[in-house]
Nanobody, 117 residues
Framework: QVQLVESGGGLVQPGGSLSVSCVAS????????MGWYRQAPGKERELVAT???????NYADSAKGRFTISSDNAKKMVFLQMGSLKPEDTAVYYC???????????WGQGTLVTVSS
């Protein structure tokens, strides 16, 4: 059973930068995709960015040019570097992964990112 644990959320001022990370544990399952989604208060969960095992990154329009996703397949980790943060980036950021076998989707418990002065 794959488990995802996020870290690195917190409070940052508008225009600032913050990084979040996620590590997968509990299973030897191969992960084909890892990434980040977010859910702001009163809104639906939305894609931020994903990265394939081969290194292909996919970004939501809101993240392009400001956020960078990266991963370490050997360590089963995914990272999100966020810059030029805006108050509307405030949300719970969820780590996401998909397994090779059965294409099972796994979610972390989330880490809160608050952008406020």
């Amino acid at each position: 059973q794959v488990q995802l644990v996020e870290s690195g959320g917190g409070l940052v001022q508008p225009g600032g930068s913050l990084s979040v990370s996620c590590v997968a544990s509990g299973s030897a399952a191969i992960l084909t995709v890892m990434g980040w989604y977010r859910q702001a208060p009163g809104k639906e969960r939305e894609l931020v960015a994903t990265i394939s095992r081969g290194g292909t990154a996919n970004y939501a329009d809101s993240a392009k040019g400001r956020f960078t996703i990266s991963s370490d397949n050997a360590k089963k980790m995914v990272f999100l570097q966020m810059g030029s943060l805006k108050p509307e980036d405030t949300a719970v950021y969820y780590c996401y992964a998909k397994t090779l076998v059965r294409q099972r989707e796994v979610w972390g418990q989330g880490t809160l990112v608050t952008v406020s002065s």
